[in-house]
């Protein structure tokens, strides 16, 4: 494919030189040779967008485009009420934690206020089966938030446990109480 299409550009290449001789010769004077050019000019650029665009083996003949599929984000975490039209929470409400493409086989969800001495308001653990981990998989958990006197924003905390349980934080979201 790339040398057809080398030879493709060469061929318009200097098809572009001898109309652009052409247009010098004449003093840009024949419409026609003006013509010409514009159209070969159109058809490389057209030619260079199609090609290049359309090389999916790696680099493009000018450095185009590499064609892959992503790879998901590994530990991606949502977390949000379980109540989707829940406009504020309260204890007893139930938050949904999601953690998206989880590499660790175990999980710690903490809630905590946000103080200046933030105070430390629940726990819960997260243990995927073997199968639920993975790109593309899903470990869901929920939560009761509970019972506490604190009202205003808490941080909801996820961390990652590894193999020799240390604490490695994987993301957050912020919620409020009322």
């Known amino acids: 494919m790339k040398t057809k299409a080398l030879i493709v550009y060469i061929a318009l290449g200097i098809a572009f030189a001898a ?3 052409w ?5 840009g004077k024949n419409a026609k040779a003006i013509r010409t050019k514009y159209r070969l000019g159109g058809a490389m650029i057209a030619a260079w967008a199609i090609l290049s665009a359309a090389n999916c ?4 003949l000018f450095g185009g ?3 892959y599929d992503p790879i998901p984000p590994q530990n991606d975490v ?3 009420a379980k109540e989707l039209n829940a406009s504020t929470l309260k204890c007893g409400d139930v938050i949904s934690v999601m953690v998206l493409s989880p590499t660790y086989t175990e999980y710690e969800v903490t809630l905590t206020t946000q103080e200046k001495e933030p105070v430390f308001l629940q726990s819960a653990s997260i243990v ?7 790109d ?4 869901t958990c929920e939560i009761t938030i509970a019972e506490t006197d604190y009202k205003g924003p808490v941080d909801v905390k996820v961390y990652g446990i590894d193999a020799q349980k240390n604490k490695i934080f994987v993301g957050e979201s912020t919620m409020t109480l009322h």
């Open 19 to 21: 109309v652009s001789l």
């Open 57 to 60: 083996q790696g680099p493009g």
């Open 23 to 27: 247009v010098i010769l004449s003093n």
């Open 65 to 67: 485009v590499e064609c």
């Open 128 to 134: 995927p089966e073997e199968e639920e981990l993975g």
């Open 136 to 139: 593309g998989k899903v470990v």
């Open 78 to 80: 949502y977390v949000g």
